[in-house]
């Protein structure tokens, strides 16, 4: 992986329960990103939190980040089937690159 | 304000031929960034450009794959000649300002190699 890890791969749910999947990194950051891939297609900028952030919600959204322990999670509530996608974590190197987790595979079953 | 078009949305190619993807980034941003996402896999750096100038192409994965950007507006990423493994979705990206990971992207390109 250009980055890290991301887990789990794949997370199969029920509508109406949350979603929480977890991001690695290797490198120092300035911020992270969290995506959303839709379809095999779009790619949807979900949330940034800054490395001097802890914490930060949007919406049904909540991300947190542990830069001691280089690891960020995101978690979904209430998901619903639309919210199936999947997920990945992008970190920003010092040339303006992103670089992108290997993803997680969220299905919301209705 | 218009954001990241590309085109097109997907092409449907044999092996060997070739293929052309367009980018055109938000109005005055001068960097511009190609990924892909290769059969479900991680998605990848291929390239970035300032204006019209390759600032990275570390990820390029090989001499089939021509990436320009005349003129510093739209960029355009040709492969030539395409392989089965070339299959995925090609992202650009654009921002105005590096380091602050703010990157605008498109809806991708969809690329299948039959």
């Known amino acids: 992986s250009q980055q890290g890890e991301e887990d789990p791969q794949a997370l199969s749910i029920q509508e109406g329960e949350n979603a929480t999947m977890n991001c690695s990194y290797k490198t120092s950051i300035n911020n992270l990103q969290w995506y959303r891939q839709n379809s095999g297609r779009g790619l949807v900028h979900l949330i940034l939190?800054?490395?001097?952030?802890r914490e930060k919600h949007s919406g049904r959204l909540r991300v947190t980040l542990d830069t001691s322990k280089k690891s960020s999670s995101l978690l979904i509530t209430a998901s619903r089937a639309a919210d199936t996608a999947s997920y990945f974590c992008a970190t920003t190197n010092q040339g303006g690159k992103l670089i992108f987790g290997q993803g997680t595979e969220l299905s919301v079953k209705p | 304000e218009a954001g990241v078009t590309q085109f097109p949305s997907h092409s449907v190619i044999e092996k060997g031929q070739t293929v052309t993807l367009r980018c055109d980034p938000i109005s005055g941003h001068d960097n511009l960034y190609w990924y892909r996402r290769v059969m479900g896999k991680e998605i990848k750096f291929l390239l970035h450009f300032v204006k019209e100038s390759k600032q990275d192409e570390s990820g390029m994965p090989n001499n089939r794959f021509l990436a320009e950007r005349t003129g510093g507006t739209y960029s355009t990423l040709k492969v030539q000649p395409a392989e089965l493994e070339d299959s995925g979705v090609y992202f650009c990206?654009?921002?105005?300002?590096?380091?602050?990971?703010?990157?605008?992207f498109g809806e991708g390109s969809r690329l299948t190699v039959l």
């Open positions: 939190i800054r490395s001097n952030e």
């Open positions: 990206a654009s921002s105005q300002v590096v380091g602050t990971g703010e990157l605008f």
